[in-house]
């Protein structure tokens, strides 16, 4: 049970289930159920090759009944370049047709040149049945259209479509928030802080000790530091949280690491909350805290500052509690960084 919440806490595994579950709605749902594709007013010659055939003897048992030799000509026009192909399957093959009717009507459709003026053919001649014989009569030409397809109310094709369109928009805004790309926490922050009231960082402490802690641990050279640590309560799975490398510099030999970004993911609050620490050259550089504030809340690295994120119900403080910058240009990028995190659910603080 717990391998499959976090499975679902990744956002690359809720994006493909949500790609696959989409998929199977619009195909399935609204493509064949809701909004299937249907025929109508259809021309003959859209018709199977075996259709063709018996539309072609419908055609010759009505021209028997009314020797209408006209409306065997169109009839037989209807069905296109395969008319001839038709026919001669029949001709073949008459089965329970009279062999004169259909030679009668072959000499009547082939005959007919485009244009001329059709003669009337008598009922009850050679090779036709006598009037009043019962026998299928002639299809009209202009056909009506196919019955529609009972489906679902508008109504309910309505609520589908926003609903898929809501579930997109937001399924993208997780994944563009938790890779950085936007950042909801800002915005969101406000509502969250009101709802969950979370206490100070003293007050944690003072009350109940963290749910989670954990160590984070950077020296230079660690080019793929990045450390996640799981939220669980009593065996529920409540979120995550981590350190990773948020900028560096440096050409060649190790990654010189300027930022690294402190984040916290709530299950109960749909954006990633990201708070990004920077070295002192970093953090006075205008433009490089301009970029990283895409990322979340821009701050100084000082050592024993806590740093607090929080969430609709979990409240997480970092504290630098050992760093040191690298040789070279004075407090440009970091040779250790050690950062304490925390976590507390405050909204079950008594």
Known sequence: METIKRLFANPIVTGVLGLLVGVFIGLVILGWWLFPVQWSDASP?????????????????????????ARATACYDSLGADAAQALDEIVKNPATQDPKLVAAFGTIVLAQAPGEAAVPAQPGGEGQPKAGETV???????????????????????????????????????????????????FL??????????????????SAPPISRNIASYQLGNDLFDEVYSIEDQGDFLGEYGVAIADFGGVGGPKKVSAFEVWLFDKNHIPTTTKVLMSEQAYADGSKRQKLEAKG???????????????????????????????????SYFERFVLELKVWQPNVQG
């Open 189 to 206: 922050k406000p509502a969250a802080e009101d709802k969950a009231a979370p206490v100070t960082d003293d007050e944690s402490q003072d």
């Open 45 to 69: 010659s859209d018709l199977r090759a075996d259709a063709k055939v018996t539309y072609l003897r419908t055609c010759i048992d009505a021209f028997g009944y009314n020797g209408d030799a």
């Open 136 to 186: 299928m009569p002639l299809p009209t030409q202009s056909g009506e259209a196919a019955p529609a397809k009972s489906g679902a109310p508008a109504w309910v094709s309505t609520i589908c479509v926003i609903g898929l369109i809501l579930a997109g928009l937001v399924a993208l805004l997780a994944l563009l928030n938790r890779f950085g790309i936007l950042k909801l926490g800002n």
């Open 297 to 331: 809340e821009t701050l100084l690295a000082e050592p024993g500052r806590p740093v607090v994120i929080d969430t609709n119900s979990l409240h997480l403080v970092a504290r630098i509690v050992d760093m040191a910058y690298g040789q070279g240009a004075l407090g």
